[in-house]
């Protein structure tokens, strides 16, 4: 856990005076409720009303956040950062839900939760490089990590009926999403440990407000700007989907930097790619789609990464000693085996 002496708050309710497992729980609904009905709007708007216009999805979503901000009762004078702090991070923050939103015209479901899915793995490599952080991860995170991913890309596969639909743009806009979304992820916790009073609220708040107007160039160029506005005034319902949808990011949004300052940015990434996983349950669930043997395999996979990233580093540290003892005890060359054993086990991973 991080920064444990500074007071956190996930809306209204304190965080920094409850147990851990309280702080999981808590933001970790948040997010499941924010993304959960995210992914069943964008679904919406994208399959069944046709609107493919990502940059200008993610720019009217800009504006309900700005207004819950508001509501909420944040002011540029609480600001503990510098405005250039969030320039970097707006820039790969809007370009990320845009690609993201925008790709959805290209790649069917399953195959963007697909190529998203991977996203753990990035997050905790780029991790290690990132100024503030220089982060290293004991082996069995990236064990569970792998376990997590492959177990997503089977269940997700197995999703589809026909093969996913690649198309090349697509495949670029996502790939292109999901390395902003490594990056950022640990430029904000960067953020969180450098300097930990800052807010999950000033964050999203000086993201959003430096990040939006960078969305303009694009739609214009793409004429995506003055399509979805035709669009929208042919069929005004579509601004009631995209604002009940950016509600429920919005509460999910917070959530997750909550977990960024909590938690760190990788074990982020995991329950975000756990997730996804739930989504697509929730769905054969809800929709009494059948389960296939390929199903069970992505879930037992899924289900192991997870057990493995709640296992205790300490206990990973005493098995790591009992081993150890256990080939000193059995060796003629006890000193040199123990030596080999220490260097192993003192091998910087990244």
């Known amino acids: 856990m991080k920064n444990e002496d500074q007071t956190r708050f996930l809306f209204w309710i304190s965080l920094s005076d409850r147990p851990v497992w309280q702080q999981f729980l808590i933001c970790s609904s948040g997010f499941f409720f924010g993304y959960l009905v995210n992914g069943i709007c964008e679904e919406y708007v994208y399959n069944r009303l046709q609107f493919s216009y990502g940059w200008y999805f993610t720019f009217v979503q800009g504006f309900v956040y700005l207004g819950f901000i508001y509501v909420q009762g944040f002011t540029t004078k609480k600001m503990v950062n510098p405005w250039r702090t969030y320039v970097k991070l707006s820039a790969v923050l809007m370009g990320s839900h845009g690609l993201t939103k925008g790709s959805l015209a290209w790649l069917n479901y399953p195959a963007q939760i697909m190529f998203k899915s991977t996203k753990v793995l990035p997050v905790m490599v780029m991790g290690a490089f990132i100024p503030g952080l220089r982060r290293k991860y004991p082996i069995h ?6 376990l997590l991913v492959i177990g997503l890309i089977i269940f997700t596969l197995a999703d ?191």
């Open 141 to 146: 995170e990236y064990i569970s990590a792998i």
């Open 160 to 350: 589809a009926n026909t093969s996913p639909n690649f198309s090349i743009l697509g495949v670029v806009m996502i790939s292109g999403a999901l390395i902003m979304d490594a990056f950022m992820g640990n430029v904000q916790e960067a953020i969180f440990t450098l300097n930990p009073d800052t807010t999950q609220t000033e964050m999203l708040f000086c993201s959003t407000v430096v990040g939006l107007p960078m969305l303009l160039p694009p739609m214009i160029l793409t004429g995506e700007l003055f399509k979805a506005w035709n669009s929208c005034a042919e069929h005004p319902y579509v601004y009631g989907v995209l604002v009940f949808e950016a509600m429920a990011t919005y509460v999910g949004q917070v959530s997750v930097l909550s977990l960024i300052a909590l938690f760190g940015a990788a074990t982020t990434a995991m329950i975000t790619t756990a997730r996804k996983a739930v989504t697509l349950l929730l769905s054969y669930m809800i929709f009494t789609k059948p389960l296939t043997e390929q199903h069970g395999t992505g879930l037992m996979l899924i289900a192991a990464g997870i057990m493995l990233k709640m296992v205790p580093e300490n206990q990973f540290a005493k098995h790591a000693k009992s081993i150890k003892d256990a080939v000193l005890m059995m060796s003629p060359k006890a000193n040199e085996i123990g030596l080999e054993v220490d260097e192993e086990v003192n091998k910087p991973l990244v």
